[in-house]
């Protein structure tokens, strides 16, 4: 009889509908980037395109598709460098390579904020109950710049925690990313003994007060691709020399607290939302355009 093909072709050809359905969120979305500028002077459409494709990311990407990166996967690349990388062990799933093929090449345009702000159906969770929550009144707490920035610390150790752990147990090393509320939430989709279900809720609940609770300090896959997101080659998103210095409303409604007081954008924390952009192109907001707007006038 003729030699079967390799395993992870015959996981590609049988995974076809899956596929094309990433493939066609990945083509939205990068639809969305390139036209940033057009659509964020459309507050409205704005809003509706980005919780819309949120939801599809968590519904369809996350709860249909299981397409949730892990901190994890990391550190198995890492491992497979040093030991003898080999295709074969990241193509058997292939809606999870294309969205890390897809990540790496955004982080060169966009930085992490490709996957974390878009992709990643845990963060799209956070995002949609903190946006029901504001809907209904919940009010959100303003987390000090200097605390907020400390607080960036565990993020970094959980990832350089787990990395280190790696080498000398991988049993541990897993234990340890169970930080990740990834395998509970999307992977098992929520199936899981009480105290996995406990810490998911706690997560969740913070995220109705402070958006994006745990993407903010807590993710380990988030500072992992922070590392590499620093390659970035271009910077899409536009800043005028007023910004922090005339006018401060980028910071103060940036919701992931990714911009300084001096009006830079921190890559390592934005999640391109495009927000300030969104703000920056609004003539009934930016402080900027209000007084050009009273001098033509």
């Not at 979305?29 to 980005?50: N, S, V, Y």
């Not at 990388?85 to 799933?93: A, K, N, P, S, V």
């Not at 992977?187 to 279900?197: D, G, H, K, Q």
């Amino acid at each position: 009889p003729a030699a079967s093909g390799p395993l992870w072709r015959e996981s590609w050809q049988g995974k076809q509908v899956e596929i094309a359905v990433v493939l066609t969120l990945l083509a939205g979305l990068t639809l969305i980037l390139f036209a940033q500028e057009w659509i964020t002077r459309r507050p409205r459409l704005w809003r509706i395109g980005r919780l819309s494709f949120l939801a599809s990311t968590f519904l369809v990407l996350g709860m249909g598709l299981n397409g949730q990166l892990s901190g994890v996967q990391v550190v198995a690349f890492v491992h497979s460098l040093l030991t003898g990388f080999r295709w074969e062990t990241f193509l058997i799933e292939p809606v999870i390579f294309i969205l890390w093929g897809f990540t790496a090449l955004g982080m060169l345009f966009w930085g992490r904020g490709v996957y974390c702000g878009w992709l990643c159906p845990f963060g799209a969770l956070q995002e949609l109950t903190n946006a029901a929550a504001q809907k209904l009144g919940v009010r959100q707490i303003a987390v000090p710049q200097a605390l907020h920035e400390r607080l960036w610390v565990i993020k970094y150790s959980l990832f350089m925690g787990i990395l280190a752990l790696s080498f000398y147990s991988m049993h541990d090393a897993l234990i340890l990313a169970e930080a990740e509320p990834f395998k509970t939430a999307i992977s098992l989709r929520f199936i899981r003994a009480w105290p996995f279900l406990l810490f998911v809720a706690a997560l969740l609940t913070a995220g109705l007060f402070i958006e994006r609770f745990y993407c903010r300090y807590l993710c380990p896959l988030g500072a992992g691709l922070a590392i590499p997101a620093k390659l970035k080659i271009f910077d899409w998103l536009k800043r005028r020399p007023q910004c922090g210095r005339e006018c401060r409303m980028c910071e103060t409604k940036c919701t992931v607290g990714a911009i300084d007081a001096i009006g830079r954008i921190n890559a390592n924390e934005c999640v391109l939302c495009l927000r300030c952009q969104v703000i920056m192109n609004d003539d009934t907001q930016c402080p900027v355009l209000k007084r050009r707007a009273r001098v033509e006038g």
